[in-house]
């Protein structure tokens, strides 16, 4: 498997990780949350549109993000994406099963360092 | 403010989605990039520069419409899971395609079930006929060691399986290089059993005292018989009982051991019980008590000094095979033992070869058997094939879920899965189905056992096919599940992921199934070529049987019953057993329902019949020819009206024939013309190899009829009054004017009457009697399988004509609405539907027909009566496979013709 692919793989798992997270305290639209992602990771992960949405309709199908439209007065309406229960109780175990993973991955790395 | 809307429709062109939809992800998406534009000319860039990087961002390696395919279409997805994509992981990788697969199937109940079934039926008929084939010919003898035991046989005259005592010993004295032991057994000799008021048939092998030694097992209560036991004539009068008879007909008395009994009216003390299963000499043979040697005298017949006696040729011979003694030492040991005893006594033991083989599981033959091998292969085969027409109905349903799910795959290969990975799951898949088929099979195979196994022989001898479950059988039914999940998974696994991957992630949903067309139709026109194979197998086996029932059996078996007399297990002597015979015929043929009755030595094909070497006179064998012999009878008068054998020619068996007057014989067509061709042979005179002092004078000719089997050709046949040759025990043969079975207890109550004491054991209808496996026991056996084998074949063949062709038919309902939309009439749909089914039909024909010519070559020697090419069978299961498989497909065509035009051009 080929980095890029790799980088694929491991971008599909955790963006799961990484939205869920985002729309967690409060509703938020698509391009807020890649700006957030951008920007709390100092631009090391980048989210472009046609990775983003995919990924937003995905979750919102399997119920666990519900998305819907707001209008507010001399806006253009705009889709805000909020955390379903169901998507809670995921978030909760994928918090668990990233750390898990990061950790195991940090003491082979941390390893191979010293 | 540039637009990106059209853009943004162009990359979500090819997903097809409803408009509302598309109208509301473009919205969406385009105000993104709105954002995205004003960040960017907020960070300092030209407005042509974030034009450019905005829509580069829309038309990235079409990732959104690659990413909105999998969610928009949603199909199954496998799951991803950190750290076990490596191929390397390959245990996870199993892991995970197991558990995979296993929601594929839970998620297509109809699928799985349907697919599970067929498997189970294909792979239950090979368990079923395995499990036979096992009991017969592969499970060894229930003995340690069971490749030590082998067992010996001798050419020449006086040769055969068969030994005397005293052969047994002068062979076991000079082979002990050879043997660590040698045991003799007289194998299945019929005694009654008394004990408190309550007598029964057993069945006995008398044996020498180290025969128990030779298994190699211990008893299930009690002692075994000593080897000091046995060596003398009607001394050590013990009994050692089998466990199944113990448990049956004894209660599984605990107390037995010491308990005294009568056999055949002589005091016995009972000394043990054997193991259960205990079969040392045949698998096939259920021996229900066990005597020292010696004791062979209860019959009532054998002299006392029958141990003394060379030419008494009595004992099956059972040694263990020293470790590491080759065949050729064998061989060279046993040649000069032949030599010796043969020059020694060149009368009673003129042997020219004695040889020892592996005694085979099925018990003591005078070859090693080789036809029953055969049989089993051509079984084992047909069954193979029924397996394979099921693997191919499940490749079919698989390829067809496989076009559906190419655009799964195709999104996985772009994603970089490698093609051996996907195959790997695809076959998991298919393998987790057989395994299902194959638990389904086991039990299906079980319940088919069941019903083999109580398959009755008709036969007076315990004989019982033990057809347990054992290791062989599930490793046959494990290993045949495993092979139909690759058969079945494995070239719909190879296309599912070979092709064009871009064509099928852009291309219609039309074009993505058409290459998996080919392979279905090749599939399934194999299919109906296989069954048919297995209709004209099944149709020419079936022929013969009816062929047989038919055949002239040159006797009447309608309204005779058979009663087996054996006075001498009830304790008679000789002459007391004569009387009591005498007594019974006499008060027989008074009883109203009879039309006439007599008494036999032997029943035709009962297994046990009689042959002698002749001499006649006037007719000098040549001396390199052997001496001619003939089947012979002994009868009562009445046997011919009796058995309803026509009188051609003189005299039939009389009351005039005594003891003291002349000795006579009535012969058979075959012997008149064998040994008296063109003459009147009434008058002639022949006698006895041995008896040449006795001559028997000809006064009577019958028809030929069937004695021995079925199917070979009539040989030489003579008959000779009981009142000049006695001998015991016999069997007593009504015709009766009313239904025979009606007459059945009466006549039983009447010798009850006569000698409570003695065990009858029941009576047969001479109908029924036919049924032995020296009759038709076999041919119903094969003709059952076969056809059962066949229709099962008939089923997946319809099943799989009718599949493949609705299939074709809904594959081509966008053109069938638009050839009636342009005026097509439904005959003309009808037709093109309907001749998609005859290219599958006719080929398979001809394959099938081909294949038929084959197999049938093989089982020429189980046809009787019909040749392996009748073309009757051959063109009327041709003709009948034809009309039902292109029924199979008329109903789809026809339902092609149905299809509405407006809704067929809205589809896709």
């Given amino acids: 498997m080929d980095s890029r692919i790799l980088d694929r793989e491991l971008k599909k798992g955790s963006a799961e990780l990484l939205i869920l997270s985002l729309v967690e305290a409060r ?32 979750l919102e199908k399997r119920s666990w993000i519900l998305g819907r439209w707001v209008e507010k007065s001399g806006q253009r309406r705009r889709r805000y994406y909020r955390l379903t229960a169901e998507g809670r109780k995921v978030l909760a175990s994928q918090r668990k099963g990233w750390q898990v993973f990061a950790a195991a991955i940090n003491r082979i790395a941390g390893v191979e360092h010293a | 403010m540039p637009e990106w809307k059209q853009e943004i429709i162009e990359q979500l062109a090819s997903l097809k989605l409803a408009p509302t ?202 002692r075994f018989i000593l080897p000091s036991e046995g060596q003398v004539a009607g001394a050590d009068p013990v009994l050692v009982l089998n466990y199944a008879f113990w448990k049956a007909h004894l209660g599984a008395d605990r107390d037995i051991v010491g308990k005294k009994a009568l056999v055949n009216g002589r005091p016995v003390t009972i000394v043990g019980v054997a193991p259960e299963g205990f079969r040392p000499v045949s698998t096939l043979i259920e021996t229900q008590g066990y005597m020292p040697l010696g004791m062979a005298v209860v019959d009532n017949q054998t002299k006392s000094d029958f141990l003394n006696e060379r030419q008494d040729k009595r004992l099956i011979l059972i040694a263990r095979l020293r470790p590491g003694v080759t065949e050729d030492k064998i061989r060279s040991v046993l040649d000069v033992v032949a030599k010796r005893l043969a020059a020694e006594y060149p009368k009673a033991d003129d042997w020219k070869v004695l040889k020892a083989f592996p005694l085979p599981p099925t018990g003591p033959t005078d070859e090693p058997p080789q036809g029953l091998g055969v049989v089993g292969a051509l079984f084992l085969t047909l069954a193979a094939v029924v397996l394979i027409l099921a693997c191919v109905n499940v490749a079919n349903i698989l390829l067809v879920r496989a076009s559906v799910r190419r655009g799964e795959i195709a999104i996985r290969i772009a994603l970089g899965a490698q093609r051996g990975r996907i195959i790997g799951q695809l076959l998991t898949e298919s393998l987790l189905l057989a395994l299902l088929g194959g638990v389904g099979g086991l039990v299906v195979g079980l319940a088919g056992s069941r019903v083999l196994s109580s398959l009755s022989f008709h036969m007076d001898i315990p004989i019982t096919l033990d057809l347990h479950l054992d290791w062989r059988v599930f490793g046959y039914a494990l290993a045949l599940a495993l092979v139909s999940g690759v058969i079945a998974g494995i070239a719909p696994a190879w296309r599912a992921t070979s092709g064009d991957w871009n064509e099928v992630l852009h291309g219609s949903g039309r074009t993505t199934t058409a290459g998996g067309h080919g392979l279905r139709k090749g599939l399934v026109i194999a299919q109906v070529g296989g069954s048919l194979m297995l209709l004209i197998v099944a149709g020419l086996f079936v022929r013969t049987l009816v062929h047989l029932q038919k055949s002239d059996l040159g006797f009447d078996p309608q309204h005779v019953l058979n009663i087996p007399l054996n006075p001498g297990l009830a304790g008679y002597s000789e002459t007391q057993s004569y009387e009591f015979v005498d007594s019974v015929l006499e008060r027989v043929r008074a009883l109203p329902g009879i039309e006439s009755a007599s008494v036999a030595a032997t029943v035709p094909l009962g297994g046990n019949n009689q042959g002698a070497s002749i001499e006649v006179e006037g007719l000098a064998s040549p001396p390199q020819q052997q001496t001619p012999s003939a089947g012979y009878n002994i009868v009562f008068p009445a046997y011919f009206e009796t058995m309803g054998i026509r009188l051609l020619h003189g005299r039939g068996i009389d009351a005039t024939d005594k003891p003291n007057s002349g000795r006579v014989a009535v012969i058979n067509q075959a012997m008149a013309e064998r040994f008296w061709p063109g003459k009147d042979p009434i008058g002639k005179r022949f006698s006895l190899e041995g008896d040449l002092n006795h001559p028997l004078e000809v006064v009577g000719v019958v028809r030929n009829s069937r004695t021995s089997d079925l199917s070979s050709p009539e040989g030489p046949f003579y008959y000779i009054p009981f009142a000049q040759q006695r001998v015991l025990p016999v069997t007593l043969q009504v015709r009766t004017f009313g239904k025979p079975e009606a007459m059945g207890p009466g006549v039983i109550g009447l010798i009850r009457s006569l000698a409570p004491t003695m065990p009858v054991a029941g009576a047969q209808t001479m109908t029924d009697a036919l049924n032995t496996p020296n009759g038709l026991w076999f041919f119903q056996l094969g003709a059952g399988l076969a056809a059962a084998m066949g229709i099962l074949g008939l089923v997946l063949a319809i099943i799989g004509v009718y599949g493949v062709v609705s299939y074709m038919a809904t594959q081509r309902t966008h053109e069938i609405g638009i050839r009636l939309a342009l005026g097509a009439r439904p005959g003309q749909i009808l037709g093109m539907i309907f001749r998609q089914g005859v290219r599958i039909v006719v080929p398979g024909t001809v394959i099938g027909v081909l294949a038929a010519f084959a197999i049938a070559r093989l089982m020429g020697s189980f046809l009787v009566g019909v040749t392996t090419t009748d073309p009757l069978t051959f063109a009327s299961v041709s003709v009948l496979l034809t009309l039902v498989a292109l029924t199979a497909s008329y109903i789809p065509a026809r339902r092609a013709t149905k299809v509405d035009p407006i809704v067929a051009l809205r589809h896709e």
Wanted: glycine share 8%.
């Fill in chain 1, 27 to 58: 509703p938020r639209h698509g391009y807020e949350i890649s700006k957030l992602i951008e920007q709390r990771s100092d631009g090391a992960v980048r989210f472009h549109v046609a990775s983003l949405y995919p990924l937003l309709y995905r």
């Fill in chain 2, 21 to 222: 939809r598309e109208a509301e992800i473009v919205e969406e998406v385009s105000q993104h990039i709105d954002d995205r534009y004003r960040e960017l000319i907020t960070g300092g860039a030209t407005e042509e520069e974030s034009r450019r990087i905005a829509l580069e961002e829309i038309s990235e390696e079409k990732l959104l419409a690659k990413g909105l395919e999998r969610v928009e279409h949603q199909e199954p997805q496998e799951p991803v899971v950190f750290g076990a994509r490596e191929k390397t992981y390959i245990l996870a990788g199993l892991w995970q395609d197991t558990r995979y697969g296993a929601r594929i199937l839970a998620r297509n109940p109809a699928f799985t079930v349907v697919a599970a079934v067929t498997l189970a039926l294909g792979i239950g008929l090979n368990t079923a006929i395995f499990s036979m084939v096992n009991a017969i010919l592969l499970r060894p003898l229930p003995v340690s060691h069971p490749e030590q035991i082998y067992t010996l046989s001798a050419s020449g005259k006086a040769g055969g399986n068969t030994f005397s005592y005293l052969d047994l010993e002068d062979i076991r004295n000079q082979t002990t290089s050879l043997f660590s032991d040698m045991a003799g057994v007289q194998i299945l000799s019929t005694t009654g059993l008394s004990m408190a008021g309550q007598s029964e048939r057993m069945w006995t092998d008398f044996v020498t005292g180290n025969f128990f030694a030779l298994p190699g097992v211990r008893p299930a209560l009690g």
